[in-house]
């Protein structure tokens, strides 16, 4: 039973798929580079100021991981659209965010180390959607 | 002759039943805990839009996602017969239950676009306790049967697979980063960038990211020594199964490798940051009388002092 448990967890490494409950875990494996794109949502004031969502907002998760993961499948699914209404929904239910009139997804290239320490200059930008808040 | 008695001692010892019986509390307790923690993402996963649907592992034989209500009772389910695996109620029922339900709402919730690794080891511990005879000490279960159960082979290789299991995840993921990351990972600058590409996610998603994450940015050469130990500590693991001095070593470092982990990306693995991961590398069944012995030390001196 021992070995054939340690063949099966091992059987990965081999065909390196990356499943449940079996894994490559390639979590923090590649070699990241200091520049990253980043996919996002966020909001628009009447003005044309950004502001910044939240995380239940953009992904109706508290976990940034999943939020990311979320976004991504739906630029690589090309249903960016979608996911734009389903936030504007969201945000429209959401009284601290009254001032969010439109909501833009795009996707970020940043310098993530420049960035965290505060000294990132403009990202280049790709917008995906935007869709309106209707309250 | 005696080289395989000793193989046999080493992956199926002979162990009493506390060991294995503790090892389901711990086990069980944690998985529910967790489960009822994070009970409204489990329920929330019903509401998800199909066309993000990406099922793995067993849930790969539906070829849609489960209704709602399905998705509610099967989380639901899951946490009640963690309770009675807990206590040891007929454990020969929930155990199993459990362990196949834990397996798949796990499945389930890495099935929509992102596989959630610090589940994959709660799920693989799940099912050792969940098949194996854990309920025939410290449970409810016990307490109706007798003779009361003896040391045996049964009650120390369950918990020696789990060990073993333990140490194996750890080595795949070290293999992961020298076949993937390379040399590369190793020099700090790429853990640098692991730290800054988890807060400026945790930024741009309206998050909060850690206080330690923008003094590191600066200073890449600090996280050399912990990038180059940690996929030394990876690639050790099976070390750790020596036990003594080796495991000592491994379970702190290890722990500690967590911990960092924690503290810069707050990324949280909770299972082997609370101990549950490490568990099976001891000899559990002296954790409850230990616990008993601190509890009443602690109880004396303010008794003493009224």
């Not at chain 2, 596989?115 to 016990?142: K, R």
């Amino acid at each position: 039973m021992t070995l054939i448990t340690v063949t099966a967890l091992l059987w990965p490494i081999v065909s390196g798929a990356d499943s449940f409950p079996l894994s490559t875990y390639p979590m923090y494996a590649t070699a990241r580079p200091r520049q990253g794109s980043l996919v996002t949502a966020v909001g628009l004031d009447d003005q044309g100021r950004e502001i910044r969502l939240s995380l239940a907002l953009i992904g109706s998760t508290d976990d940034p991981l999943i939020a990311e993961s979320l976004l991504r499948t739906a630029v690589r699914q090309e249903r960016t659209g979608r996911l734009c209404t389903e936030i504007a929904a969201r945000t429209a239910r959401d009284a601290q965010r009254h001032e969010v009139i439109d909501i833009v997804v795009l996707t970020e290239l940043l310098d993530l180390v420049d960035l965290v320490a505060g000294t990132a200059p403009p990202s280049e930008r790709t917008v995906h959607a935007t869709c309106a808040v209707r309250r | 002759m005696i080289r395989w008695t000793r193989l046999a001692d080493v992956l199926a010892p002979t162990a009493p039943p506390e060991r294995l019986a503790t090892f389901r509390v711990l086990v069980t307790g944690f998985i529910t805990a967790y489960l009822l923690v994070r009970l409204p993402v489990f329920l929330a996963l019903g509401d998800n839009h199909p066309s993000r649907f990406e099922p793995v592992g067993v849930i790969s034989l539906l070829n849609q996602p489960l209704p709602s209500t399905a998705v509610k009772l099967v989380a639901a389910a899951t946490v009640v017969l963690g309770g009675a695996a807990f206590v040891g109620f007929r454990f020969s029922l929930s155990g199993p239950l459990f362990a196949v339900l834990v397996l798949a709402v796990f499945s389930y919730r890495s099935s929509w676009g992102q596989i959630l690794w610090f589940e994959h080891l709660m799920a693989l511990h799940g099912a050792v306790v969940g098949f194996s005879p854990a309920a025939d000490a410290l449970s409810l279960d016990a307490r109706r049967s007798s003779p009361r159960a003896v040391a045996h082979v049964r009650y120390g290789w369950p918990v020696r697979l789990a060990a073993i299991i333990t140490v194996t995840t750890y080595l795949i993921a070290g293999v992961a980063k020298v076949r993937i990351g390379g040399l590369d990972w190793v020099e700090g600058e790429s853990l640098r960038n692991h730290i800054a590409f988890s807060a400026a996610r945790t930024e741009v998603l309206g998050g909060f990211s850690s206080p330690l994450a923008k003094p590191l940015m600066n200073l890449p050469w600090v996280l050399t020594v912990p990038a180059a130990g940690s996929v030394l500590l990876e690639l050790a693991a099976p070390l750790a199964l020596a036990g003594g001095p080796l495991r000592r070593v491994w379970v702190v470092a290890t722990w500690s490798m967590h911990a960092l982990i924690a503290a810069s990306m707050f990324v949280v693995f909770a299972y082997p940051l609370y101990g549950i991961a490490f568990a099976p590398l001891y000899r559990l069944e002296h954790l409850g009388p230990r616990i008993v012995a601190t509890t009443r030390s602690l109880r004396r001196p303010a008794r003493s002092s009224r």
